[in-house]
């Protein structure tokens, strides 16, 4: 991880990680159909069973990610956003890479995420598929659909 980068859990307080909240849902909204965006708002993070990170550079929010327990020992990413200004700068990657190890301190035996298809999703399906998520079965109560698709990750 790019030692200039601090990961701490986020209670959604802070203006800075409400507006990357806000572009996110907007990103999602603009890239999918109506009826397929999945991705928490505000109160959907703030619900029990949910812990919110965000990245840090100094002062400034540069990443969100959060992860959601489920039945059986296992979880979903949820809502990973980077702030468009640090795109491609290892962001992502040490969100992804606290997460899988949050997820593994927590004794889970597996990591899942819904997610698009179509060139907005892409950047973020090759960091999933370089950590090792592979596609797989809907879970969660999710329907399978021709804009979705799932991903898992055994740990």
């Known amino acids: 991880m790019n030692t200039a ?4 859990e986020d209670d959604l307080s802070g ?3 409400q507006a990357l909240l806000a572009l996110h849902l907007r990103g999602m909204h603009a890239n999918s159909p109506p009826g397929h965006v999945f991705a928490l708002d505000l109160s959907g993070l703030t619900a029990p069973g ?5 990245v840090r550079q100094g002062h400034q929010v540069i990443g969100i990610g959060a992860l959601k327990g489920l039945e059986g020992g296992a979880g979903e990413i949820k809502s990973m ?3 468009p ?3 491609r700068k290892g962001v992502a ?8 190890a949050t997820a593994r301190e927590r004794g889970w035996t597996r990591l899942s995420l819904e997610t698009g298809i179509g060139p907005a999703f892409e950047p973020a399906l090759g960091l ?3 950590r090792g998520f592979v596609n797989g079965a809907a879970f969660a109560g999710y329907r399978p659909s021709a804009f979705c698709q799932f991903l898992h990750l055994a740990l």
């Open 5 to 8: 980068l601090h990961i701490e």
């Open 15 to 17: 203006e800075a990680t």
């Open 128 to 130: 999933y598929r370089k």
């Open 50 to 54: 949910i812990t919110v990170w965000s």
């Open 85 to 87: 200004d640090y795109l």
């Open 81 to 83: 956003r980077t702030h």
């Open 93 to 100: 990657a040490a969100l992804l890479d606290h997460i899988i």
